[in-house]
């Protein structure tokens, strides 16, 4: 497997809501790295979660998670089924129950989600998942032959940019 260093592109500053992704070195890099959190970078994040000893990281450049901003047109619906695997902490179930919405989303009969639910859906996963780091714009991505891995350069922005 191909592993990957992170490094900021300058001195960040720091977001007390907002984690730095820590920097890693050549001698113990990540396994997986993620470029922007949308619906499916989300998917191997979540399926790395728990897994022992895998390093990841993952960067979106906004400040959270967003899924196509402005195209949610209201009453939407997503032809996606929500059944997944049931022993996730992640699944749609999951989130419905958190929300304490299980019985009325069973009792409504209505099992094509709305795209705003599955946009607030996905937020949920990615403000409980480790390993998400928000406001890191990726620069650049190059294969390292000598050290065999990847190096991504990333900026930490700010609330302005
Ligand atoms: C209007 C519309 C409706 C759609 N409806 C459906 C649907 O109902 N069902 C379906 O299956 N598919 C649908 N699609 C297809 C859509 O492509 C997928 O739903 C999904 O958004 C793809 O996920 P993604 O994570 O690959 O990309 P995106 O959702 O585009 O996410 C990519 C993320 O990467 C971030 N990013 C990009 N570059 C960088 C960088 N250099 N550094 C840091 N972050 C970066 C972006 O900010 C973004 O958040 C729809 C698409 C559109 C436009």
Redesign the pocket.
């Known amino acids: 497997m191909s592993t990957t260093v992170l490094t900021p592109q300058h001195e960040a500053r720091q977001h007390e809501a907002q984690p730095q992704a820590p920097a890693t070195t050549p001698e113990q890099p990540y396994d997986l790295a993620g470029?922007?959190?949308?619906?499916?970078?989300?998917s191997p994040a979540a399926l790395a979660y728990g897994v022992p000893g895998l390093r990841t990281a993952f960067?979106?450049?906004?400040p959270a998670?967003?899924?196509?901003p402005g195209?949610l047109i209201e009453g939407t619906t997503?032809?996606?089924p929500f059944l997944a695997d049931p022993t996730s902490p992640w699944t749609f179930l999951n989130y419905l129950h958190d929300q304490d919405r299980l019985f009325p989303f069973y009792f409504a009969e209505r099992f094509h989600i709305r795209?705003a639910e599955y946009d607030a859906y996905c937020r949920w996963v990615s403000e409980h998942l480790p390993g998400l780091y928000f406001r890191?714009?990726?620069?650049t991505v190059r294969w390292n032959p000598d050290r065999e891995l990847f190096e991504v350069d990333?900026a930490q922005l700010d609330a302005d940019d």
């Open positions: 470029v922007g959190i949308g619906p499916f970078n989300l960067c979106e450049e906004r998670f967003r899924w196509h195209l997503l032809q996606v795209r890191h714009h990726i620069d990333y």
